[in-house]
Nanobody, 121 residues
Framework: QVQLVESGGGLVQAGGSLRLSCAASGRPFTKYAMGWFRQAPGNEREFVAT????????EYADSVKGRLTISRDNAKNTVYLQMTSLKPEDTAVYSCAAGSYGSSSGRYDYWGQGTQVTVSS
């Protein structure tokens, strides 16, 4: 089992920045690629970003490219999502996940509870 706990969400004005963190515990962190997904009210969960086990590969949803950056610190068992130039449409609950590299939620075995990000206009 892997336990994932997100933090760093909050309320920010459009154009602002936030950094989300996801701390992992349980099985070895480096066994898993990590992903960030988000879900806005009334919408399906959508892929945001993924990072390989070593951190050498990343992939992003087109809607966030150039604004959001995923990274990981394997020594700290933590994955990050640096969010800049935030837009109101980025408002959602953001969840991290551990599993296999890729954009499909079905590739991930473990999920955190999520952290709310609200971007005001």
């Amino acid at each position: 089992q892997v336990q994932l706990v997100e933090s760093g969400g909050g309320l920010v004005q459009a154009g602002g920045s936030l950094r989300l963190s996801c701390a992992a515990s349980g099985r070895p962190f480096t066994k898993y690629a990590m992903g960030w997904f988000r879900q806005a009210p009334g919408n399906e969960r959508e892929f945001v970003a993924t990072i390989s086990r070593s951190g050498g590969l990343t992939e992003y949803a087109d809607s966030v490219k150039g604004r959001l950056t995923i990274s990981r610190d394997n020594a700290k068992n933590t994955v990050y999502l640096q969010m800049t130039s935030l837009k109101p449409e980025d408002t959602a609950v953001y969840s991290c996940a551990a599993g296999s590299y890729g954009s499909s939620s079905g590739r991930y075995d473990y999920w955190g509870q999520g952290t709310q990000v609200t971007v005001s206009s």
